[in-house]
């Protein structure tokens, strides 16, 4: 099934045109098109906010089995890539045990970039860069990280709001003070 | 360009390259980074910070992030699980095998004096002699009263539906209220604030990013008004509702192309460019306080308001309307010596909104600098036709 089209629309659009037959798809078929979309989106995010890799992937169908089950009751879902998201939160917030998971990213990460490498000068600069920019990220608050990584995911602030649970205001704060730590680190 | 120095705040530059909406605040800004060296530095140090980031996360954060463990499973057999355990237990399915079953008599027994049992209540409540309206409620005036001598069920059917009809009034009136207050003082008029009303029926009015001035003339004018709540949220990003169509804009500090092209007909660049500019605002402001008011108050609902709030809705309603036409005349008469040629008939577009944010979007590009793929003779041809389509539309609807 040609799946492009989610990206244009939203799932709930054609949900109910599934449900009543007139699309030539069923809505499993539409669910299954979503999840092999968006699951390792959903599955990056869920690491980001410290679900290990097991119970992530694990979270991940639980999150898309909750979206066939609300779309078959009839939900009215405008957004599904930020509905699953939240969903796969709320999980992953249940689920967490503890930062561990973050804390062990941070480290490895940090490991990489500090490795010594024959690489040339602009390799050298950039990894520079990028170490003080991974520090100045760690430094940030989990909220402050959420907002930037989700971000740059591509959603806007309504939809971030929507995922974290926060108003659209607190989410333009979170980035500003995200973005001007970042910015302080780089150019100060 | 509220710091004591004259320059654009980082809030304010971190809206210009995030919010991607060209308000009338970020094209001023925009014309203001254009032309000042420290605002312009400090604008691409902040894009270079986003970008550093989104690189960050490209080349660090996602090839560090573990791989799903297994592969990953297909979702359908668990989907048909979740089917047939929830068929299992479906109420339906309940009810559906319990009438084929082979029931005892007493059981069949039991379900026939519940039917009956059923009828009778209806018949009780339908036939009951209704309580006298208390003085305080206004009378629902289009819906007959008369109770017919047919069937209990008709009865409480024609009852029912006419419940909400008198309740509904006094709440309305609340908001109709607050409408016109917020009129009153024109914070309908592009201020972000929102009303809304809460499923207890409480009004909201909601604002973002209001000054504290602002914020207590709006508290002031709702004050007297019962069952309204104010809330405020301090915020450099505008509300998503008027952004959420719009463009990204990209900052050029070069000069405007067009500049160069409208200069015989536009001397004086920033004068007339502010001029349009305006007139767009304002247009784009009537249009959509007519469209919140058409969203909160559709014809059903009007039909149900009392005649005082009717009469307040269409005074408000004609007030944006005769701006929004007068508006729409005078950016007409400004760009006239800017088309080429002599426009088409516009085509009357519905959605007026939708006429005034196309214009919107071409006056951006001229004269607000905001990016495009297109040629600046197709640019222009679209603001001819947009700007026609616009004044067909208000014709139209006059």
Known sequence: ??????????????????????????????????????????????ILIGVGPDEAQELCQEAFLRLYAALRKGQQ?????????????????????????????????????????????????DRERMLRLHRAVSSLSHQQRQCLHLRV???????????????????????????????KELYD | MTEMN???????????????APTRATRSLRRHVAACWKCRTRLEELEETVREFARYHEKVVLPNLPPAPQAWPDLRRRMQEADQSSQMFGLWTRVSSYFSMPAPLARRLLLGILVVGCCALAFTIATRKKPAESPAVKPAAPVSRAVSPA????????????????????????????????????????DPVEVSRTASGEI??????????????????????????????????????????????SLEAARNPFEGILQPVAPDWESFSNRVLDESDAILARAHALRTLEEHFPDQRRARLAPEDQNTLDQILSAHFIAFGSHVRTLGAILAPVFPSRPEPGQAHPDMLAAAQRVDRVVSIIFGGAATTETPSQVLADLSQAAADLNAAVEAKR
């Open chain 1, 153 to 183: 995911e591509g959603f806007r602030y309504r939809e971030i709001a929507e995922i974290l649970g926060v108003g659209s205001s607190t989410v333009g704060e979170f980035l500003q003070r995200a973005i001007t730590r970042l910015r």
């Open chain 2, 204 to 249: 909201k009015v909601v604002g973002t990013g209001v000054s504290a001035a602002r914020q207590e003339e709006i508290r002031g004018a709702v004050r007297a008004i019962p069952n309204v709540n104010t809330e405020w949220h301090d915020s450099p990003v505008r509300p998503e509702s008027r952004l959420r169509n719009a463009k990204s804009v």
């Open chain 2, 151 to 190: 069937s209990p069920l008709e009865h409480i059917s024609k009852i029912v539906p006419a419940l909400p009809k008198l309740d509904k009034p006094s709440l309305a009136d609340s908001e109709v209220q607050v409408f016109g207050v917020l009129h009153e003082i024109e914070a309908d008029l592009g």
């Open chain 2, 6 to 20: 004259g320059h654009a705040e980082f809030e304010q530059l971190l809206l210009l390259i995030d919010a991607s």
């Open chain 1, 77 to 125: 879902i405008d957004n599904t890539r930020a509905w699953v998201f939240t969903v796969a939160r709320n999980c992953g917030f249940s689920a967490r045990a503890s930062q561990a998971t973050l804390a062990a990213f941070d480290t490895a990460v940090e490991e990489q970039l500090c490795s010594p490498s024959p690489s040339p000068e602009k390799v050298l600069l």
């Open chain 1, 1 to 46: 099934m040609d799946t492009r089209f989610l990206k244009l629309a939203s799932v709930g659009e054609f949900a109910n045109e599934a449900r009543s037959g007139k699309l030539k798809v069923t809505l499993q078929e539409l669910v299954a098109a979503t999840y092999e979309e968006l699951r390792d989106d959903v599955f990056r995010y869920l």
